[in-house]
């Protein structure tokens, strides 16, 4: 039998998918944690990154440095990551996480745990495996790097 051809709207589908499931997570992250998904990114890569800038923050999220400096000013605002001076560039900050942002952490894990085990549910563990290795592909992806 002739494998099948692919949807032309695959892109379309990615949109579609990306946008229901931030709606999903989004609400139950804030319902739990108090914090959006993106929010929530922040703190992982903070968390993750000990002395991160907001320049290493926005490479980590693929985000725009300008986007990165409102959604750390929101995340200082709430008093969920702190602000000090980076040890040898002046101009230069380091985040990291204050008690409550670990405490948002915390919380939000019972949700993240709770959202994969549906997912892997919805898909099965081949396609949860191959879904989560294609995002990261995807994630990564640069089609106009050379090489």
Request: with cysteine.
């Amino acid at each position: 039998m002739p494998e099948p051809e692919p949807d032309p709207r695959l892109y379309f589908l990615l949109q579609r998918a990306a946008h229901r499931l931030r709606t999903v997570a989004d609400r139950r992250c804030l319902a739990a944690a108090g914090v959006t998904t993106a929010q929530l990114g922040a703190l992982l890569a903070v968390q993750d990154e000990p002395d991160a800038t907001q320049r290493a923050l926005a490479r980590t999220l693929g985000l725009r440095e300008s986007a990165v400096t409102a959604l750390v000013a929101r995340l200082v605002k709430a008093g969920l990551v702190a602000r000090r001076p980076h040890p040898r560039e002046h101009r230069a900050v380091v985040l990291e996480l204050t008690p409550g942002g670990r405490a948002a952490l915390r919380a939000a894990r019972p949700e993240i745990d709770r959202f994969n085990r549906e997912l892997r549910e919805l898909l099965g563990d081949d396609g949860f495996l191959c879904a989560s290795s294609a995002m990261r592909d995807l994630a990564h992806w640069d089609p106009d790097a050379s090489g």
